[in-house]
Antibody, heavy 124, light 110 residues
Framework: EVHLVESGGGLVKPGGSLRLSCAASGFTFSSYTMNWLRQVPGKGLEWVSSTTGSSSYIYYGDSMKGRFTISRDNAKSSLYLQMNSLRVEDTAIYYC?????????????????WGQGTLVTVSS | QSALTQPASVSGSPGQSITISCTGTSNDIGYYNFVSWYQQHPGKAPKLMIYDVNNRPSGISNRFSGSKSGNTASLTISGLQAEDEADYYCNSYTATNTVVFGGGTRLTVL
């Protein structure tokens, strides 16, 4: 069974940094494109970033470019999101999610497995 | 990239059918057959219900179906059940290799 567990969320001041982690199990992690998405509590979903299995192709949403960095460690079956220059509007629940297509070079929006999310609060 | 447009809410009675629309542009829904739909119950992670416009993942009821015409995609739920009450989100792949979501639709089963 696919299992994704996010961690690393918390309270951070505007302009600060935070690193999120996602531990994966139950599948061959290196074969799948992985994604970060976020959701302001009570609001809609927003795609943040994706990285292919070999990290050859990485993409970001417009509001994250230059501030967020996605990475992965296939040996540890782990996905990461380094978030710098955080803003109040980055406050959200952050989810990691798997693209179900083996060997995909770009995510096409179908995410078949999600973690439970980790809450990031940016506030002074 | 602007968000896709969904109605804020829809409602229906048990046994009825409802349709949720999702409108984008010629740079996303109108160009690619990569539209997905998600169901989200309060406090839970989203669940994939439809992918690539009209495909159901294994285990998803055939009461859920998807379609697309031009720049608008639709999710139809037939034979409404109480457990269908949830928020529904559409998304689409875009011309810039990104993914854009709709604002979400709250489905109320009367």
């Amino acid at each position: 069974e696919v299992h994704l567990v996010e961690s690393g969320g918390g309270l951070v001041k505007p302009g600060g940094s935070l690193r999120l982690s996602c531990a994966a199990s139950g599948f061959t992690f290196s074969s799948y494109t992985m994604n970060w998405l976020r959701q302001v509590p009570g609001k809609g979903l927003e795609w943040v970033s994706s990285t292919t299995g070999s990290s050859s192709y990485i993409y970001y949403g417009d509001s994250m470019k230059g501030r967020f960095t996605i990475s992965r460690d296939n040996a540890k079956s782990s996905l990461y999101l380094q978030m710098n220059s955080l803003r109040v509007e980055d406050t959200a629940i952050y989810y990691c999610a798997r693209d179900p297509r083996v060997g995909a070079t770009v995510t096409r929006g179908s995410f078949d497995s999600w973690g439970q999310g980790t809450l990031v609060t940016v506030s002074s | 990239q602007s968000a896709l447009t969904q109605p804020a809410s829809v409602s229906g009675s048990p046994g009825q059918s409802i349709t949720i629309s999702c409108t984008g542009t010629s740079n996303d829904i109108g160009y690619y057959n990569f539209v997905s739909w998600y169901q989200q119950h309060p406090g839970k992670a989203p669940k994939l219900m439809i992918y690539d416009v009209n495909n159901r993942p294994s285990g998803i009821s055939n009461r859920f179906s998807g379609s697309k015409s031009g720049n608008t995609a639709s999710l139809t739920i037939s034979g409404l059940q109480a457990e269908d009450e949830a928020d529904y989100y559409c998304n689409s792949y875009t011309a810039t290799n990104t993914v854009v979501f709709g604002g979400g639709t709250r489905l109320t089963v009367l």
